[in-house]
């Protein structure tokens, strides 16, 4: 197999602009470290706690679903983390609808994941119809160092654009010839679109590599039909920033019935701007 691309952006020197402009053109941007080691420490102690369970394809890709019903104050509050959010608020131009919260864990021997993306616009067995929403980014927080034998991501740039019947966000694909592999350090944050294909690399190293992968998306972007409302009772048990972020799964801020001239209608819209990268 070729050596991948590995990439070497210098994502330290990224304006708010030009994350953005990354986000939306390659599919992912990368926050550079925004944890303090003692902070890295004390999640991965929560996380390693919890009771994972394998994947259907390799005992050493292994998950556990809903982090923030459990007794992990430190994990859970990075999903309010105000430097991811306040980007999202910009990002979006909307309130933010948190839709979930996992933690996985590729162990050594991890095979890697098939690459796939997370859109799936009618919903799939895998994603649940919550994948059916139809703008969605999901926050890869990494708790160990990614390095080229530890499970690094892979993407591949622009895929989320294109569209021919190679890009059908239910195709899978064992590894791509210009795929793009991104190592971070422990405590640092990608931000990937959920059409992007995207997957990890086979952990070879001898040592666990931990994510925490938190899916927002704007309010005005639901699935397709109603889901399952969150636990009233679990909701009203958060910490009240993230809670906040917990709002009904099915908050859909659009007027379905609007006419083809509306009354009222703006004149200027900075959000899809072709200047919008350039500030």
């Not at 430097?83 to 590729?106: I, K, N, P, Q, R």
């Amino acid at each position: 197999m070729a050596q991948p691309q590995i990439d070497t952006t210098d994502w330290s020197k990224l304006s708010t602009a030009q994350r953005i402009k990354h986000l939306e053109i390659e599919g992912y941007v990368v926050f550079p470290p925004l944890l303090e080691s003692a902070e890295v420490a004390a999640i991965k102690a929560e996380l390693d706690r919890l009771p994972t369970v394998a994947t259907d394809y390799s005992e050493n890709q292994r998950g556990f679903s809903n982090v923030q019903w459990t007794d992990s104050p430190c994990a859970t509050d990075l999903i309010a983390n105000p430097t991811v959010t306040e980007f999202l608020t910009t990002l979006f131009g909307d309130e933010l609808v948190c839709t979930s919260c996992v933690f996985a864990l590729s162990r050594p021997g991890h095979p890697g994941i098939a690459i796939h993306t997370d859109a799936q616009p009618y919903g799939s067995k895998i994603f649940g119809m919550q994948a059916s929403a139809p703008r969605l980014v999901r926050v890869l927080w990494y708790l160990d160092d990614l390095t080229p034998e530890k499970s690094p991501l892979l993407v591949i740039p622009h895929s989320h654009l294109s569209l021919h019947a190679d890009a059908n966000p239910y195709t899978r694909y064992l590894s791509h010839p210009e795929a793009v592999m991104v190592c971070c350090p422990a405590g640092s944050v990608a931000i990937i679109n959920q059409s992007i294909f995207h997957a990890n690399y086979p952990n070879r190293s001898t040592e666990d590599r931990r994510l925490l992968a938190i899916a927002y998306r704007p309010a005005w972007s639901p699935p397709i039909v109603e889901v399952p409302e969150w636990p009233a009772d679990k909701v009203a048990t958060l910490p009240e920033p993230v809670r906040r972020l917990f709002k009904s799964p099915n908050t859909r801020n659009f007027d379905f019935d609007v006419p083809n001239r509306p009354a009222n209608m703006a004149s200027e819209a900075p959000g899809i701007n072709p200047s919008r990268w350039n500030v």
